[in-house]
T-cell receptor, first 116, second 114 residues
Framework: DAGVTQSPTHLIKTRGQQVTLRCSPK?????VSWYQQALGQGPQFIFQ???????QRGNFPDRFSGHQFPNYSSELNVNALLLGDSALYLC???????????????FGPGTRLTVT | ELKVEQNPLFLSMQEGKNYTIYCNYS?????LYWYRQDPGKSLESLFV?????AVKQEGRLMASLDTKARLSTLHITAAVHDLSATYFC??????????????FGSGTQLTVLP
C-alpha cells in the first residue's frame, strides 16, 4: 500500500519564477492538505482540497494556488517566487470526516524548494 | 487565533536521563498530535490524544493531555541516542471542522548525548 508521495524531491528556482509541486495521496484517501515548513519552524497550513475544490485556506497570499484532480492527487502552484518561499513543502492526505482514534493525516516526504 | 507554544525549544540531555517537553495551546481543541521529524525528513506521527486525561505510551515516550489546562506533555524516559530529533505538537483548529486543520508548535530539538 503506497503512502503519500510527492515530487520532485528537490527544486531550485529563481525569484519571480513559478513552480508546481505534486502530491499523490495515500490509497483510499480523498483529501489533500498542503503545509509550508520554513527552516527551524513548525509546518504552517496553506490549504486543503476535497472534491477538487479548496475547502479551507490558511494565511497565505493568492500567489499560492492549488488543484485537485479526479484521482485525488493534487498540485501546489506558487507564482512570482520570493526568497522567503524557500521551505520544505509537505503534503498530507486524509479521509474526510474520518472519526476514531487513528492518525488521520499522513504526511508525505516533502519537496525542498530553494529560491535564489 | 490558535497559538501553540512548545518549550523548551532546544534540549540536550544525557543518555539515561528523563525529561519532559511541554505544549501549551490557546483555544479549546478536541485533539492533539505529537510528531517526530528527523533532519531533512518528513513528519512521523507518534501519538494522537483525544480526551482530557488521555495518556499514550510507546517505548520510552509517553504523552498526556490536560484539556482544562490546555497542556500536553511528552515525557522521555531513560533517553537513548536514537531519540535525537525534533518533536512537534499540533492542535486541530476548532473552527476548521472536519478539515481538521493543524496548527503546529515551533518544535523542540532534542539531542541525546552519550
Amino acid at each position: 500500500d503506497a503512502g503519500v508521495t510527492q515530487s520532485p524531491t528537490h527544486l531550485i528556482k529563481t525569484r519571480g519564477q513559478q513552480v508546481t509541486l505534486r502530491c499523490s495521496p495515500k490509497s483510499g484517501h480523498d483529501t489533500v492538505s498542503w503545509y509550508q515548513q520554513a527552516l527551524g519552524q513548525g509546518p504552517q497550513f496553506i490549504f486543503q482540497y476535497y472534491e477538487e475544490e479548496e475547502r479551507q485556506r490558511g494565511n497565505f497570499p493568492d500567489r499560492f494556488s492549488g488543484h485537485q484532480f479526479p484521482n485525488y492527487s493534487s498540485e501546489l502552484n506558487v507564482n512570482a517566487l520570493l526568497l522567503g518561499d524557500s521551505a520544505l513543502y509537505l503534503c498530507a492526505s486524509s479521509l474526510l470526516g474520518q472519526a476514531g482514534t487513528g492518525n488521520e493525516q499522513y504526511f508525505g516526504p516533502g519537496t525542498r524548494l530553494t529560491v535564489t | 487565533e490558535l497559538k501553540v507554544e512548545q518549550n523548551p525549544l532546544f534540549l540536550s540531555m544525557q543518555e539515561g536521563k528523563n525529561y519532559t517537553i511541554y505544549c501549551n495551546y490557546s483555544t479549546t481543541s478536541d485533539r492533539l498530535y505529537w510528531y517526530r521529524q528527523d533532519p531533512g525528513k518528513s513528519l512521523e506521527s507518534l501519538f494522537v490524544l483525544l480526551s482530557n486525561g488521555a495518556v499514550k505510551q510507546e517505548g520510552r515516550l509517553m504523552a498526556s493531555l490536560d484539556t482544562k489546562a490546555r497542556l500536553s506533555t511528552l515525557h522521555i524516559t531513560a533517553a537513548v541516542h536514537d531519540l535525537s530529533a525534533t518533536y512537534f505538537c499540533a492542535v486541530v483548529l476548532p473552527s476548521s471542522g472536519s478539515a481538521r486543520q493543524l496548527t503546529f508548535g515551533s518544535g523542540t530539538q532534542l539531542t541525546v548525548l552519550p
